[in-house]
Antibody
Framework: QVLLQESGPGLVKPSETLSLTCAVSGDSVGSSPYYWAWIRQSPGKGLEWIGTLYYSATIYYSPSLKSRLIISVDMSTNELSLRLSSVTATDSAIYYC??????????????WGRGVLVTVSS | QSALTQPRSVSGSPGQSVTISCTGT?????????VSWYQQHPGKAPKLIIYDVDKRPSGVPNRFSGSESGNTASLTISALQAEDEADYYC???????????FGTGTKVTVL
């Protein structure tokens, strides 16, 4: 059984940096053949892919967020991390981490965390 | 990269069937036969119900089925039940730059 648990501050001020972690158990983020992704959902809105990490060295970023986004993995703690800089109110959302299929072209996410709500406000 | 297009809502009575469309382009849905579908109840994380266009993960009822034709994928829920009332999202790989793209989401209402 793979479990994912997101954590981070629920409130971030505009222009600051949002930092989230995703603790994974039941699989190894840095050495698993699966991809690992961050996905967000603005209040009352749909799902938005943010970025995906593969074997700790290959990272895909959403073109719309790429200039502000860093995704990384801490293999010692088996945690996936997200840092989004210069946040605005439009970055307010529930942030999910999820395990993605091991084949590059197979966009399916079989395990999800419960999500963490982040609000950007002064 | 634009989101895949889904109808905002569909509805049906218990026992009926409903179909949700997911329209993309030749750069995503039409290029890769790997569309997936997710069910999301209020306040919950999405749940994978279809992958690789028409495959069901273990534990997903066979009332859920998927198909694809050209740039459009479809999810059909047969024998609709009250617990099927939820939001549904499709997802497709869209190449090395845009990577994964989700649909706009469809709210299914059981009348």
């Amino acid at each position: 059984q793979v479990l994912l648990q997101e954590s981070g501050p629920g409130l971030v001020k505009p222009s600051e940096t949002l930092s989230l972690t995703c603790a994974v158990s039941g699989d190894s983020v840095g050495s698993s053949p699966y991809y690992w992704a961050w996905i967000r959902q603005s209040p009352g809105k749909g799902l938005e892919w943010i970025g995906t990490l593969y074997y700790s060295a290959t990272i895909y970023y959403s073109p719309s967020l790429k200039s502000r986004l860093i995704i990384s993995v801490d293999m010692s703690t088996n945690e996936l991390s997200l840092r989004l800089s210069s946040v605005t109110a439009t970055d307010s959302a529930i942030y999910y981490c999820a395990r993605r299929a091991s084949r590059l072209r197979e966009a399916s996410f079989d395990y999800w965390g419960r999500g963490v709500l982040v609000t950007v406000s002064s | 990269q634009s989101a895949l297009t889904q109808p905002r809502s569909v509805s049906g009575s218990p026992g009926q069937s409903v179909t949700i469309s997911c329209t993309g382009t030749s750069s995503d849905v039409g290029a890769y036969n790997y569309v997936s579908w997710y069910q999301q109840h209020p306040g919950k994380a999405p749940k994978l119900i279809i992958y690789d266009v028409d495959k069901r993960p273990s534990g997903v009822p066979n009332r859920f089925s998927g198909s694809e034709s050209g740039n459009t994928a479809s999810l059909t829920i047969s024998a609709l039940q009250a617990e099927d009332e939820a939001d549904y999202y499709c997802c497709s790989y869209a190449g090395d730059v845009n990577f994964d793209v989700f649909g706009t989401g469809t709210k299914v209402t059981v009348l």
